[in-house]
């Protein structure tokens, strides 16, 4: 086994083996599971709650795992001394990123597959289909948690865990209010805040290019134009973000 497939699957058996991530997981059940008690009081139509819940429910509760597992792994392999056994083999600091990362996607892809089984099993129940909407934005979702992680890896590359993660936070936030803080920005009687503005703007990940669940909820139909410019601009910003993260770990000195 290669040394890239190799810390692939250790990074996913770390992940499967952490507790935080069970409860996670485990409360992202209770939440799709408990969609069905509001569906029944709900006076909207019951299909459109179940899919507003559930989906909203798999972003909030994977979105909160992609930013602990991105900023906290490289700082408990630096806190366990384990990076040392890593760096000492002839193994690359890219490989060690790039390994890891794909190891925290797999992790990620497994639930998200759990949770939209569950989300199926759900509307079957009630007799509605898995829409084709419902399967673009559970496959954005997956694009976007990709794009957080690699921020998070790039914020953890130089910075501790609780910083990386406030971090990543931040930006989480800020990236699904960027098309705001343009307008604002536009808006502004001042063309130094304006710039400011554009800067954030275009330096911030436009998460919201990734959601789909108003499209999925309102049965709004998604052109497979839009879809694949968003997916590609996410691709490019997660290969950024992700260089970043090789660049400054590899300047970065263990002792």
């Given at each position: 086994?290669?040394?890239?497939?190799?810390?692939?699957?250790?990074?996913?058996?770390?992940?499967?083996?952490?507790?935080?991530?069970?409860?996670?997981?485990?409360?992202?059940?209770?939440?799709?599971?408990?969609?069905?008690?509001?569906?029944?009081?709900?006076?909207?139509?019951?299909?459109?709650?179940?899919?507003?819940?559930?989906?909203?429910?798999?972003?909030?509760?994977?979105?909160?795992?992609?930013?602990?597992?991105?900023?906290?792994?490289?700082g408990r392999e630096i806190e366990r001394r384990t990076i040392f056994m890593i760096v000492s083999k002839p193994v690359?600091?890219?490989?060690?990123?790039?390994?890891?990362?794909?190891?925290?996607?797999?992790?990620?892809?497994?639930?998200?597959?759990?949770?939209?089984?569950?989300?199926?099993?759900?509307?079957?129940?009630?007799?509605?289909?898995?829409?084709?909407?419902?399967?673009?934005?559970?496959?954005?979702?997956?694009?976007?948690?990709?794009?957080?992680?690699?921020?998070?890896?790039?914020?953890?590359?130089?910075?501790?865990?609780?910083?990386?993660?406030?971090?990543?936070?931040?930006?989480?936030?800020?990236?699904?209010?960027?098309?705001?803080?343009?307008?604002?920005?536009?808006?502004?009687?001042?063309?130094?805040?304006?710039?400011?503005?554009?800067?954030?703007?275009?330096?911030?990940?436009?998460?919201?290019?990734?959601?789909?669940?108003?499209?999925?909820?309102?049965?709004?139909?998604?052109?497979?134009?839009?879809?694949?410019?968003?997916?590609?601009?996410?691709?490019?910003?997660?290969?950024?973000?992700?260089?970043?993260?090789?660049?400054?770990?590899?300047?970065?000195?263990?002792?």
């Open positions: 086994m290669n040394a890239f497939a190799a810390l692939t699957l250790n990074g996913f058996r770390e992940a499967r083996r952490n507790r935080v991530t069970l409860l996670i997981a485990g409360f992202a059940l209770v939440l799709l599971l408990c969609s069905t008690l509001l569906a029944d009081v709900s006076i909207a139509s019951i299909e459109r709650v179940l899919v507003d819940m559930g989906l909203s429910g798999m972003s909030l509760m994977l979105v909160v795992l992609a930013i602990f597992l991105s900023t906290s792994q490289l690359s600091r890219a490989t060690f990123i790039l390994g890891r990362m794909a190891g925290n996607m797999l992790t990620l892809a497994v639930l998200l597959l759990a949770m939209a089984a569950i989300f199926w099993v759900e509307l079957a129940l009630f007799g509605y289909p898995m829409r084709a909407q419902y399967g673009v934005a559970i496959a954005a979702l997956y694009v976007e948690l990709a794009v957080l992680s690699s921020v998070g890896f790039a914020m953890s590359s130089f910075a501790g865990p609780i910083v990386s993660a406030m971090v990543t936070a931040g930006v989480y936030l800020a990236g699904h209010l960027s098309g705001d803080i343009y307008r604002l920005g536009e808006s502004a009687q001042s063309a130094f805040l304006t710039a400011i503005a554009k800067g954030v703007y275009y330096l911030l990940p436009n998460l919201d290019r990734l959601n789909f669940r108003p499209h999925a909820t309102y049965l709004i139909d998604i052109s497979g134009a839009d879809l694949g410019l968003s997916v590609l601009y996410a691709i490019a910003y997660a290969g950024i973000m992700l260089s970043l993260s090789v660049l400054f770990f590899a300047r970065r000195d263990f002792k």
